[in-house]
Every structure is written in C-alpha cells, then in structure tokens.
C-alpha cells in the first residue's frame, strides 16, 4: 500500500518533512521581489451563527464505475478491501449515502439481498456493464458499521414502487415478526438498521435521465405517495426530497413542507481551463445558490407545521426544513474510466474543498447533511488499482476540518486582499467546547498574507500545503505537507496557498 498516512489526532498530528515555508512555495528570486499582502480577520464568538450538523462531512457510494466494486469491495473474495476501509475510517464519516445517485432509477434492493450466490446479475443501465448485486443492503449497512457512519438510503421512483420502498424501510427498520423483519433475520442480522435517512428519489428534473417524474407536478403527487407507505414503515424517518431550480423547489416546498425534513440540492464546481482561480467563481455562485434555496425555505415552510391531519396517523417534521447537498464536489473534464469520472485532483482543488466546507459553516442554519460525491475513485479522495491506492490532495481537507473543527459556527469577518476577482482568503470560525478554530484558506498561488486578529494569546497551528498548486498525488508520491506550530500573538502569516487551523481556548 503506497501512502504515507497515519492515524489523525489533535496531538499526534502527521509530521512530515521539515513542515510548510514560504521559500518552499515562491522561487527565492520571485519572492523578494513580492510584497506579503495584508489583511484582518474579526471573530465574535457571541454571534452565533448556527449549529454545525456534523453530516456535512459525509460520503456517497453509487453503483457506478469502480466505486464499489474495484473500491471498497473487493469481487474476486466477496469482501471489503481492508486498504481502503483504513484509509476511510480516517474521513472519520458520520454519513455515507447508497446506492446512489442515478442508478436508484433502475436499482432493486431486493436483488442485493440473500445469498451472493443466489442474486440476480443486472445490467447496469445507467452507467453500463453489470452487476453481480454482491454489494447490497446488508454489505451497506456493514460497511456503514464499520466506519461509523449513519446510513442514508435513496429509493427508486421510477423502475421502482412506493410499495418497494416500504417494503425496504420494513427490511431495515422493523423489529418483531413481520415478512421482511424475519427475512432480514434469516439473511443473518437479528437487530434492526433504523435506517433514519431516506431519499425520495435522485434529480428526478433531469431531462436526460431515465425517469418519469421530470416536473415538479408529477414528482409531487409521486412523492407524496411514497412518503406515506414509507412513514407508516416507521414515522420516525427523516425524508430528503429532491430539489433543482427555484421554481421546481418553490412548488415542493409548498405542497410538501409537512414531511419534508431536507430539501436536496446537487452542486458541482468547475475550473476553467488555464484558470486555475476560477474554481473559487464556481463555488461562489454554489454558495450563492445555497443563500437562495434558503430564502425559499424560510419563506415558504414554517419553522413549525401547525396543523397535519391525525388521519395521515403518522407525525409532521418535527424540525425546521434544512438544504441537503446529498452531492456535492469538484468535476473536472479530462479523467479517465467510465464516462471519464475517474479525476486527479491537485492541490488547487484541495483549497476549493476547503472552501467548500468554509461554506458549510458559514450556512451551518440552514445545511442539515452534504455527502461527497464520491468516496473511492469516482471524483473521489481515494484511488486504487488492483493491489494499491493513494490519497488524493482532497483527502486532507476532508480528514482535518471533520477532526478539528467545532460544532458551532461563529461569526467572522475578513478583510483582506484579492486575487483574480476572488477575495485571497476564506475563513470558517467554529466553537467547541472551549476551543475556538479558525480555519483560514489562503487562495492566493503566490502570495503570503500577514493576517491581524482580534485574539491574542497562545494559539495553537496546523497547516496542509503543497510545493504548488498544481501538485499532485499518484501512487507512491504525496505532494502533501503537513506541519503542526505553536504561535504567541495577534499576527499570523498564512503562507501561499496554504490550508491553515488556528486555535486558541476561550
């Protein structure tokens, strides 16, 4: 196995190398001649902006390409590739979304249950070749155990039948004698799933897909249908239904608000090619389109359903509806494997993932869960061949904002330089317990920023950087560097292109 990680802890962060300096980043005659740019970062830690789901650092999982199998299942043993379970058990998930995606227009649950040698092979429609079903429902649910993350299932409205999808809650949530209680009992798992999270279908506007429900009248009537059978399974489950543009949300949210606990949306970023910076454009207009969803919501589905009909005899949402960004992610052209999904990512979209979460925070009021799209080899953090794998620049982001931030979003404000049209930095500040972090990304490719803050003390400093932006991981070789400091004061220079966590105790 080809990577050069470790277990990740506040006090055993990596170390590798002689750490993260300027001179490494700006030949030495470039940097004299360039100035540090400045700027100020304002904590309030009064203002608080919201708490932090700790869903959004989830991961998704979709019968597509090498993700699962190839990934994190290994076909010729019918098991998971322990490589590869390692290295996820350090994104430290709370959250793993299955079985996709668009493939839930074709997927069957029932053909990935049972015995392996007695499920159905399908073709694979949607993404192409075939499908042993080897993989399915219970492999889910272990493999979810394993990493200790909650399972977050998306049913089929298409090839499928609300009838299906109830039959899936029974499977994985009812206790006693029932048919499908006793079967899930019979395939080895006495204890139910309670599978909490379930989506009602996946981008069902797409003109292209293989779908029945493309306007949001025909989805509405659909849904409605599906969520009761479903919540007559078990009321306690939490339902995403599918989102798109503001017309389609604005219809779901006023016919559905009642049992909508999360309104889906699905947001790629992109980068221009030969502009590295336009990346940071991209995902300025997601945060944008995340700011919108949220006006909808609060205008549209009252924090507290006041009146539901006891005759439905199953409860209301019980919680203010939230934006789900069941995916999210950075698609670049240009990969390879199945429809070109199989992307290198460099360090220049490692400081847009931080942003990303950056994002997460800031809208922590109105962001319930965000899955990556996704784990392993499909526009993923980890990549494998038949024997080995490495971790992508995206991977540490991942890893660090889910172990050092906190659970409560903070207000910021930041004044400083820009770059290219984008302002140079991005900064999240979390609470928790009595620490506080800041997480500073310096944007900038060339450019170190003195940074005044209004906390003084003993701060202690962690940074992710690369040789440049456009360095990346293969197998056997980690551009990644990783440095832990300790820093007295009110200035901090962050360095070029750098990911930096500042924390102090309160």
Request: hydrophobic share 40%.
């Amino acid at each position: 196995m080809d990577n050069n990680v470790t277990g990740f802890s506040r006090r055993g962060f990596l170390k590798t190398g002689s750490g993260i300096m300027a001179g490494l980043m700006i030949p030495p005659s470039v940097k004299g001649l360039l100035l540090k740019e400045k700027a100020f970062i304002h904590v309030d830690v009064n203002e608080i902006r919201g708490i932090i789901a700790p869903e959004v650092y989830g991961q998704f999982i979709e019968h597509l390409g090498r993700a699962i199998y190839g990934g994190i299942f290994d076909a010729s043993t019918n098991s998971f590739r322990r490589d590869v379970l390692s290295e996820v058990k350090k994104l430290n998930t709370p959250l793993m979304r299955y079985p996709g995606g668009t493939v839930t227009k074709i997927y069957h649950w029932k053909d990935g249950i049972g015995p392996a040698d007695k499920r159905p092979v399908r073709r694979n429609l949607i993404w192409g070749g075939e499908d042993s079903n080897h993989f399915g429902t219970d492999e889910f649910m272990q493999y979810s155990a394993e990493i200790g993350a909650a399972p977050f299932l998306t049913v089929n409205m298409n090839t499928g039948t609300a009838e299906e999808a109830s039959d899936w809650v029974e499977y994985c949530n009812a206790n006693g004698n029932s048919y499908f209680a006793t079967l899930r009992k019979t395939n080895g798992h006495a204890a139910p799933y309670n599978v909490k999270y379930w989506g009602l279908g996946n981008e069902e506007a797409a003109k292209e897909d293989a779908g029945l429900l493309q306007s949001p009248d025909d989805y509405i009537k659909k849904a409605w249908y599906f969520a009761k059978l479903m919540k007559l399974q078990d009321p306690d489950i939490r339902l995403v239904l599918v989102g798109d543009n503001d017309d389609w949300n604005r219809k779901v949210l006023t016919e559905m608000h009642p049992v909508c606990d999360f309104i889906s949306l699905h947001l790629y970023a992109g980068t221009q090619p030969g502009k590295p910076a336009s990346l940071f454009s991209s995902i300025a207009s997601m945060e944008k389109r995340i700011e919108e969803t949220a006006k909808l919501i609060h205008e549209l589905a009252p924090e507290k359903v006041e009146h539901f009909n006891k005759w439905y005899r199953f409860p209301c949402r019980q919680k203010p509806v939230k934006i789900a960004l069941d995916e999210w992610g950075i698609w670049e052209s240009g990969g390879t494997g199945d429809y070109g999904l199989e992307v290198k990512y460099n360090w220049n979209h490692a400081l847009g993932v931080a942003t990303f979460f950056n994002i997460f925070h800031r809208h922590a009021d109105i962001i319930g869960m965000a899955t990556w799209a996704q784990t392993v080899n499909v526009l993923a953090p980890i990549m494998t061949d038949k024997d080995r794998l490495y971790l992508q620049t995206i991977f540490y982001p991942m890893m660090m904002y889910r172990n050092l931030c906190g659970d409560k979003s903070v207000g910021v404000k930041v004044e400083g330089p820009s770059f290219e049209g984008n302002p140079s930095l991005d900064v999240s500040a979390t609470i928790g317990g009595e620490t506080l972090t800041l997480a500073i990304v310096n944007r900038d490719p060339q450019q170190d920023i003195d940074i005044s803050l209004n906390k003084n003390g003993n701060w202690k400093v962690y940074v992710l950087n690369a040789p440049g932006i456009a360095e990346e991981n293969t197998f056997g070789k980690d551009v990644v560097q990783q440095r832990e400091s300790s820093m007295k004061g009110a200035v901090y220079t962050a360095p070029a292109h750098s990911i930096s966590f500042l924390q102090i105790k309160l």
